[in-house]
């Protein structure tokens, strides 16, 4: 079982619509997670980081956090094309705090 | 621009040479780490460094990786005797002064190495 999963995708949503990306992990005593958003050929670049149970918005993106079932998710609401990229789900796990990643779930955005 | 920095950003070799690459993490801060990014995988844990100390390595890191920072500034990864599987995007990573958490890493553009 891989520490980090994610929904395997493609993921291809209308614009406009919401999209909804999950993703779980394995180590019960992991404390920070994050989504990185990663254009074709770039490097990753942060979005967004919950460390506590429940929402957190900023701007038309909402992470979500349940611990008890080791599960983090991100909602893009109002998606626009620009949205089309490959998100990663990451988690500090490791005495260096290292980040572990998930493989990605690659979105598209349809005008 | 995360103000992490990476040099070059694409190297193209032949099997069995070596190369080496550059980065220069954000200032002020004394944790840097590097990664290894296949196509259509995430990004894979390398190395870690807080100040010059090197203290973590991964699995992955075989002995024709070697990396430094010397005196806690900008950091090298060498790879000796490359071979095609070397091929990936180098990543470096550091937090950011006066984040919200030492734990959130910022990348820099990253190295694409390409073996032939």
């Known amino acids: 079982q891989k520490e980090v999963e994610q929904n395997s995708g493609p993921l291809s949503v209308p614009e406009g619509a919401i999209a909804s990306l999950n993703c779980t992990y394995s180590?019960?005593?992991?404390?920070?997670f994050f989504w990185y958003r990663q254009y074709s050929g770039k490097s990753p670049e942060l979005i967004m980081s919950?460390?506590?149970?429940g929402d957190k918005e900023d701007g038309r993106f909402t992470a979500q956090l349940n611990k008890a079932s080791q599960y983090v998710s991100l909602l893009i609401r109002d998606s626009q094309p620009s949205d089309s990229a490959t998100y990663l789900c990451?988690?500090?796990?490791?005495?260096?705090?290292?980040?572990?990643f998930g493989s990605g779930t690659q979105l598209t955005v349809l005008p | 621009d995360t103000g992490v920095s990476q040099d070059p950003r694409h190297k193209i070799t032949k099997r069995g040479q070596n190369v080496t690459f550059r980065c220069d993490p954000i200032?002020?801060?004394?944790?840097l780490y590097w990664y290894r990014q296949t196509l259509g995988q995430g990004p894979e844990f390398l190395t870690y460094?807080?100040?010059?100390?090197?203290?973590?390595k991964s699995r992955l890191l075989s002995d024709r990786f070697s990396a430094e920072r010397p005196k806690g500034s900008f950091s090298t990864l060498e790879i000796q005797r490359t071979e095609q599987g070397d091929s990936a995007m180098y990543l470096c990573?550091?937090?950011?002064?006066?984040?919200?958490?030492?734990?959130?890493?910022?990348f820099g553009p990253g190295t694409r190495l390409t073996v032939l």
């Open positions: 990451a988690v500090n796990m490791g005495s260096a705090r290292q980040l572990t």
């Open positions: 180590d019960r005593g992991s404390q920070s």
């Open positions: 990573a550091s937090p950011m002064p006066l984040a919200p958490s030492t734990d959130t890493q910022y």
């Open positions: 919950i460390y506590s149970n």
């Open positions: 200032s002020e801060h004394n944790r």
């Open positions: 460094f807080q100040n010059e100390a090197q203290l973590e």
